[in-house]
């Protein structure tokens, strides 16, 4: 299977180009997590909505691919604000385990309600395909290029924000404190909201960039929401450029599928490589020990 | 019988804990501004349930509790502290995962930025181990340590109120000491503080008004070296 | 209408089991499982393979069933020792993942997606279909029965306060002197024993299993049959099972009667039904139907 | 001189760059109250950490009853007969005092699935020893009335004291106890000196953290003091406190004799 | 329960409704597939209570949405037989669903009309109670290789979504090839639900194929068409017609679907039963599914119409005497309706074909129609 370098090479890029579209909604996902120290599953669900609003702004309004972008992370941050203060946070106070159980919940009623409205058929933007970049035999794609730097956009200015500004500080003291945060001056209940949107919007902006790449239904999100949570705790739970790094992780696991067993197997060896990592970092790559 | 010069009046408050809801039975103190009192009394009296209830964490189920005469009942945490009323918790008092120095910014969070860069230099040097350790994340410090860092939080902010919840806790004697000489000169400058103490004789040798909780109720009030010096008191509480 | 009601009975029965090994995973030691699926799935396949291929009687498949999953929980206990929560989580979803892998390309062993079909049950063939169906609600319920008052004694015992603690706190568990290892690999053994039990049962009421069905949805219902029902507690873990079937059967017949929308907005809208009345029932339940409660109290009027 | 009971060797531990213990040697004499003091942050806690398993020392030995248990796992760190409890108390939230003091029961069948799933009378009876047990420790220290709250609905002071009932339970050979009486009410922590004075009557050793001077000085005997992770001074409260290193870097001015 | 579901609202002549349950996906990964099938089904079943019904008797179609799921499939059929004993069911998807469900339905003595391709199933011991429209996997895969080899592909590269007769495909495959002097220079089978395939697609570049058969469903062909071509690929893409269909032309732009090739069971090019379909499905194709469930249908009504009897039992002896034979040809219910009533035979001829079984209730020797993807739309290349 392997002849030469450029196999090998191949191989780690394709790994790349596959976990690129999984950085967006995981970043998304931990930077909930990172405030509310709770997985939040829905994210599946915004990035399907991000999807959708981005194809209704591109293929309905006919706006070009950033506008629709756009659309996608403002759209996908709403819903997520708008679940997340009707469903999720009156749980709370249970506990993260109940509210990660209602957010699996939240999806299924989610991705029923576009269902409802869009019914199961594919979409696809209207948008032209561009045709991979080759170097001296090997393929790189613009489009998955393109998706690694806006994600590691994202994930640089997020971090930026967390690490050393008022906000982000207070996000983090929230996260590890919230009763104290109140009594030092922080409405614990905004930070959450600027969280959740940017984390929502986030998923959803990743939503679309997956479905230019593959194609939009009720399900685009969900198919995905697997590698997703597996990249954020490869990476360590609420660590942002963790998430990106475990999606990469990820991503490489499974294009290594067809080295190590076969095809088929993509899950497995993702798996594979999950536990290799979380054997010798028990609190992912980037994570913070408990 | 709300009195004009007190800054802090604790009216009739009844209050507790979801099914516990009368943990303090009707408890009525008042503060003037710039005075001390310690608060002390057996485990489980319900001491840091009041400063709680002041502190605006816990919703009394009856009574009033008010700042200069305003109303601080049913206002959220942030909304109390913004008034000027600072709050050190008995447990749970630091950000375990910020720097410390990140647990200092957070202590002021409401004030500016240049002020609160300044302070957290002047707290640095009061403090020297938070120096020391000011990268450093604030789980990792010793149980002393924490409890320095959770008393300097509040000192980024200059409050009107001061709530100490057991501060000197887990404190060596120099370290203790060390607190209360701080403790002192904070309320030499004016400010207002109502402490909760085991250490009692202490904190009723730094304070000017004593208040002994018993089982939700003020059983004793007066004057601070009158009541440390009571031998009944002394008895029952103080550990003879 | 009877038939279909003591179908969905048994149904509830196997979701009840589930939950049941679940609650002693996740309620009582606090190790998150969303692999369940993947235990069932062993149990299934392990006692219809070893009925159909060396035709062995169907209790021994069953036991068999139960005891390879609980050896699949071990080994799972001894792989996950050092992570929790939802690093738990996730390898334990990749376990049930791997398992569905593998019983969908080792076709030599599993038939691959083809599923294996034929899967004896008991005087099945023999007893018209109805009876078959009673015979089989007495067998699962016995069992939800005979586990639930097992598991509860576990559960009230000394080993499930052990439990409980390591749940809470690992480091004070093993202070007081508990191997906590041990008391996990048990913990997971037994829960996985029983969700084994389970799938076995099932694949020779279903006479038929492929990789298919053993999808993480399945995961999901239980997980939310227990949590409705009360995480913790063994009761809620059985209320809980027939909630949920009962919600998502209800939903059926909610959904026909619901006029002017087209078949695919019908099932939206049942789902939707269904993920609403759940966050619901959280919302205005928080501790399920069932709330946990610790039966060692004090005496009364205990003095030295 | 019988050998001491627990004695610790060259103890090292680091985090990061800190040195929390940095060759810390000391001993505990059978059927002593013995009291580790010193500065904050000197090294205390970590000491604890290490002799009981809960974390792995870098280097040195810890030698308890003749056995080398360095770096062993604390359960069976316990089950050897040395129990230690938190500084920062470390309640089991969700169960109840009850349930609290009888998880530290040692000796328990019922611990075993089989035997839980029978229900044996050699369970129950044990079961019975353990609950008459935990009354009376719980009365002894003021928790009767909330022996079937939660943990977690306790107050500060009743948290620390619950962590020593706990401690007690095991009936353990040496009782490491982390400042028990931290936030206790002054009265009660005199009674909990007289209650750990009586242990000691009844042949337990104890090692106790506290920085509580009125404590130490009733009732502790040696007093060993550290700080920077090494072993400082060592001797009875009186020469300790005479110690001009001691004064220095731990007494306040009250505690000068 | 009074249904909704229930078709033409009409008075009902002569008794109680016969009631037919329909169990297609409706969620889950059939999702894009069952709503058509279902709404195939419904069409006919409209078509025959506007022209009377069964000897008078309405019909009404109870559907339940399987969710592409074995353990949802069978709680629906259960409700399906229990609660509205309906006399016959169709358009089952999922392999693993068709599978689960026929053990109830062989045990109630209820037909099974299906579209599912694993040839596992009509090795049950059904009794006659299942129908599969869909050829099964050899019959196909042979169609589909010599077209192929027609084509001029020499080659192949077989792709396969994870499924019960990838396997039997590639042995097909392999022979042929091998029979034509070709190669089989590749064989891989993928993970259904993923959303990137870059390896595979590099193993098909490094194979140098000159063809690739696509063996999957709707969600990972778009997938893997779209990477063909990033991939620069130029050979042949060929794929059954349910993974390539209209909607999925409408989803991708014309560049990376043109050329692309599908085939499909198919009666002849102006078989009345197709064109019907196709007015009424509007401008998006009919795709095999659609136009198999509407013959699912179909052939269950006209078999109750020839028994006078609307029992499961009757309408599973009757198929064969109405579908096949040199009875009257009719391609449509009302024609058929009519001739049963007036007392003739008929042998229906279908829109997924003319739709006639073996003794395992599998289709024999249908026909099959290849079509090219062109801007947007499909053309026809052969019928044969
Ligand atoms: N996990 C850790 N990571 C980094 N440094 C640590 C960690 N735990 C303790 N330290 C440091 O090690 C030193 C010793 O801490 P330790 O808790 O043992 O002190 P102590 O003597 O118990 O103090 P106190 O009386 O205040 O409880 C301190 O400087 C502390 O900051
Ligand atoms: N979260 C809680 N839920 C329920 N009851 C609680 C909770 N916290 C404290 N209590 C109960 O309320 C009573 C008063 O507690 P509080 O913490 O106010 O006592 P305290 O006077 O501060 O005691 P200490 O000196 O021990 O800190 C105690 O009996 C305690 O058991
Ligand atoms: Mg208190
Ligand atoms: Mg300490």
Redesign the interface.
């Known amino acids: 299977m392997i002849q030469d370098w450029r196999d090998i090479a191949q191989i780690l890029l394709n790994g790349l180009m596959t976990g690129s579209m999984l950085m967006l909604p995981a970043i998304g996902f931990t930077t909930i997590f990172a405030v509310l120290r709770y997985p939040n599953f829905a994210v599946a669900a915004y990035a399907t909505v991000g999807a959708f609003a981005g194809w209704v702004a591109n293929t309905q309004w006919g706006l070009p691919a950033g506008l629709a972008l756009v659309a996608a992370f403002l759209v996908a941050g709403a819903v997520g604000l708008l679940a997340e203060e009707a469903a999720l946070k009156p749980l709370r106070p249970s506990g993260p385990l109940t509210v990660a159980i209602a957010s699996v919940a939240l999806t299924l009623l989610i991705e029923n309600i576009l269902r409802f409205f869009f019914g199961n058929e594919l979409r696809g933007y209207d948008l032209p395909i561009l045709r991979d970049w080759r170097f001296d035999g090997i393929r790189i794609g613009p489009q998955q290029v393109q998706n690694t730097l806006y994600a590691c956009a994202a994930a640089g200015a997020l971090f930026a924000v967390l690490a050393f500004t008022r906000l982000g500080r207070a996000m983090r003291a929230v996260a590890d404190n919230p009763q104290l945060a109140d009594i030092k001056g922080v409405d614990p209940d905004r930070i959450a909201r600027v969280a959740v949107f940017i984390g929502a919007g986030l998923a959803g902006f990743g939503g679309m960039l997956l479905g230019l790449d593959t194609s939009i239904d009720p399900l685009t999100g969900f198919r995905v929401i697997l590698s997703v949570f597996a990249a954020a705790v490869v990476g360590g739970l609420g660590s942002i450029p963790g998430a990106a790094l475990g999606a990469l992780v990820v991503g490489i696991g499974e294009e290594m599928a067809g080295v190590l067993l076969e095809p088929a197997y993509r899950t497995v060896t993702a798996f594979l490589a999950i536990l290799l990592v979380l054997s010798i970092r028990p609190q992912g790559l980037l994570g913070r020990a408990a | 019988m709300p009195d004009a010069a007190a800054l802090l009046e604790v009216e009739g408050v009844v209050g507790g804990?979801g099914a516990?809801d009368e943990i303090l039975k009707g408890i009525t103190v008042a503060l003037a501004p710039a005075r001390m009192a310690a608060i002390v009394?057996?485990?489980?009296?319900g001491?840091?349930t009041l400063l709680k209830a002041i502190?605006g964490?816990l919703k009394p189920k009856a009574g009033s509790i008010r700042l200069q005469g305003r109303a601080l009942t049913g206002l959220?945490?942030?909304s109390i502290?913004?008034q000027g009323v600072a709050?050190v918790?008995?447990?749970?008092?630091?950000?375990?995962?910020?720097t410390v120095r990140?647990n200092l910014?957070?202590?002021g969070?409401?004030e500016p930025?240049a002020v609160v860069r300044e302070r957290t230099e002047a707290l640095m040097q009061r403090f020297p181990?938070l120096a020391e350790k000011r990268r450093?994340?604030a789980r990792?410090?010793?149980?002393?340590?924490r409890?320095?860092l959770a008393m300097a939080?509040a000192l980024m902010v200059q409050p009107k109120l001061l709530l100490l919840?057991?501060p000197s806790?887990?404190?060596?004697?120099?370290?203790?000491?060390?607190l209360f000489d701080s403790i002192a000169a904070i309320h030499a400058e004016g400010t207002a503080i109502l402490m909760v103490e085991?250490n009692?004789?202490e904190a009723l040798s730094i304070a000017e008004e004593g208040i002994v909780l018993v089982d939700g109720r003020v059983a004793r009030t007066g004057q601070a070296q009158a009541l440390a010096a009571d031998p009944e008191v002394r008895?029952?509480?103080?550990?003879? | 209408m009877e038939a279909y009601i003591v179908a969905m009975l048994v149904f509830a029965g196997f979701y009840a089991l589930m939950a049941l090994g679940l609650n002693v995973i996740w309620g009582l030691a606090g190790m998150v499982n969303l692999g369940l699926v993947g235990f069932f799935a062993v149990g299934a396949y392990a006692s219809a393979l070893l009925t159909t291929k060396l035709l062995w009687p169907m209790p021994l498949g069953w036991a068999a069933g139960a005891a390879i999953a609980a050896v699949a929980g071990g080994i799972m206990a001894l792989i996950v020792a050092r992570l929790r929560g939802d690093y738990l989580a996730i390898v334990t979803l990749g376990f049930a993942e791997v398992i569905r892998l593998v019983a969908s390309n080792e076709i030599w062993l599993t038939n691959g997606t083809d599923g294996i079909s034929g899967i004896p049950g008991p005087w099945r063939g023999d007893v018209s279909p109805q009876q078959f169906n009673l015979i089989f609600l007495a067998l699962v319920w016995c069992a939800v029965g005979i586990a639930f008052l097992l598991l509860s004694r576990a559960s009230h015992s000394p080993f499930g306060r052990v439990l409980r603690a390591v749940r809470e706190d690992e480091d004070v568990a093993a202070v007081a002197g508990k191997p906590v290892l041990w008391f996990k690999l048990r913990a997971f053994a037994l829960g996985a024993a029983v969700v084994g039990f389970a799938g076995a049962l099932y694949a020779h009421y279903n006479a038929y299993i492929a990789p298919d069905g053993f999808a993480p949805l399945l995961t999901i219902y239980i997980v939310l049959a227990l949590t409705a029902g009360g995480v913790g507690a063994m009761r809620g873990a059985v209320v809980g099972a027939l909630f949920v079937v009962l919600l998502l059967e209800s939903t059926r017949f909610l959904a026909q009667e619901i006029p002017g929308v087209t078949p695919v907005q019908k099932a939206a809208l049942r789902e939707s039904i269904i993920a609403l009345s759940l966050i619901l029932l959280l919302r205005f339940r928080p501790q399920g139907l069932i709330p946990e409660r610790t039966r060692t109290h004090s005496r009364p009027g205990a003095t030295p | 001189m019988t050998a001491p009971l627990l004695e610790v060797r060259g103890l090292v531990r680091r985090f990061g760059g800190v040195v929390a213990l940095d060759g810390l040697d000391l001993a505990v004499r059978r059927g002593t109250v013995t009291a580790l003091i010193g500065p904050n942050g000197a090294g205390k806690s970590t000491a604890f950490q290490c002799i009981s398993g809960v974390i792995r020392p870098d280097g040195g030995n810890v030698i308890f009853d003749g056995q080398d248990i360095t770096g062993a796992r604390p359960d069976r760190v316990t089950r050897a007969g040395l129990v230690r409890s938190f500084q920062i108390a470390r309640g089991i939230p969700r169960l109840t005092v009850l349930e609290n003091l009888l998880l530290y029961g040692q000796h328990q069948p019922g611990e075993s699935l089989a035997v839980a799933l029978l229900a044996t009378q050699a369970m129950r009876r044990r079961e019975e020893e353990l609950r008459a047990r935990a009354e009376a420790i719980a009365a002894r220290l003021n928790l009767s009335r909330v022996l079937d709250n939660q943990a977690a609905a306790l107050s500060g002071g009743q948290k620390k004291l619950l962590e020593i009932g706990r401690a007690l339970m095991a009936e353990p050979k040496l009782l490491l106890l982390d400042e028990p009486v931290a936030g206790v009410n002054p009265t009660l922590a005199a009674e909990i000196a007289r209650h750990i004075a009586h242990l000691r009557e009844e042949g337990m050793t104890v090692l106790v953290v506290e920085h509580h001077m009125d404590f130490v000085a009733s009732l502790c005997d040696p007093v060993i003091v550290m700080a920077e992770g090494k072993l400082l001074a060592q001797g009875s409260f009186e020469s300790i406190a005479n110690d001009a290193r001691v004064q220095e870097a731990y007494m306040g001015r009250r505690v000068h004799a | 329960a009074v249904s909704s579901f229930a078709i033409g609202g009409k008075a009902f002549s002569q008794g109680a409704p016969i009631v037919f349950g329909a169990l297609p996906p409706l969620t889950g990964a059939g999702g894009p597939y069952g709503p058509a099938m279902l709404r195939a089904i419904q069409a006919v079943v409209e078509e025959a209570n506007a022209a009377g019904g069964i000897r008078g008797r309405q019909i009404r179609v109870v559907a339940e949405d399987d969710q592409t799921n074995p353990d949802a499939g069978v709680r629906g059929a259960r409700k399906l037989i229990d609660v509205d004993r309906v006399s016959a069911m169709m358009g089952t998807w999922a392999s693993s669903v068709t599978t689960a469900v026929a053990p109830l339905c062989w045990e109630n003595r209820v037909p099974l009309f299906t579209v599912s391709g694993a040839d596992s199933i009509t090795l049950l011991p059904h009794q006659g109670f299942i129908f599969r429209t869909q050829p099964n996997s050899k019959l196909q895969i042979e169609t589909g290789a010599d077209f192929l080899l027609r084509q001029g592909a020499r080659r192949i590269f077989h792709l396969a979504a994870q499924s019960p007769f990838a396997q039997s495909s590639q042995d097909v495959l392999v022979a042929k090839f091998r029979a034509a002097g070709g190669e089989v220079v590749g064989y891989t089978v993928y993970e259904r639900e993923k959303t990137a395939f870059r390896s595979e697609v590099d193993a098909i570049m490094r194979a140098r194929a000159d063809t690739v058969f696509l063996n999957g469903y709707l969600p990972d062909v778009t997938i893997l068409l779209r990477e063909l071509f990033r991939a620069g690929f130029d050979g042949r893409r060929f794929a059954p017609a349910y993974a390539i269909n209209q909607n999925l032309l409408n989803s991708l732009p014309h560049e990376v679907t043109n050329g692309a090739m599908t085939w499909q069971p198919s009666p002849d090019v102006d078989s009345g039963a197709f064109k019907r379909l196709e007015r009424l499905f509007g401008n998006t194709a009919v795709d095999p599914y659609s136009a198999q469930t509407n013959d699912h249908a179909a052939l269950a009504i006209l078999a109750a119409a020839a028994a006078g009897d609307a029992g499961g039992v009757a309408i599973r002896d009757n198929v064969r005497r109405i579908s096949q034979g040199d009875g009257e040809k009719v391609d449509n219910v009302t024609d058929g309706l009519r001739a049963l009533a007036a007392g003739r035979a008929i042998n229906y001829e279908g829109s997924s074909g003319p739709v006639e079984f073996d003794e395992r209730g599998d289709i024999r020797g249908t026909k099959f129609r290849y079509e090219r993807a062109a801007g947007g739309r499909f053309e026809l290349v052969e019928l044969r």
């Open positions: 804990y516990a009394g057996p485990n489980g009296a001491k840091s502190a964490i959220p945490p942030r502290a913004a709050f918790p008995q447990e749970a008092n630091i950000f375990a995962s910020l990140e910014e957070m202590g969070y409401l930025r181990v450093r994340a990792t410090l010793s149980g002393g340590q409890q320095i939080m919840d057991e806790a887990g404190l060596s004697p120099k370290a203790a000491e060390f085991q009692a004789l008895r029952l509480f103080l550990g003879g």
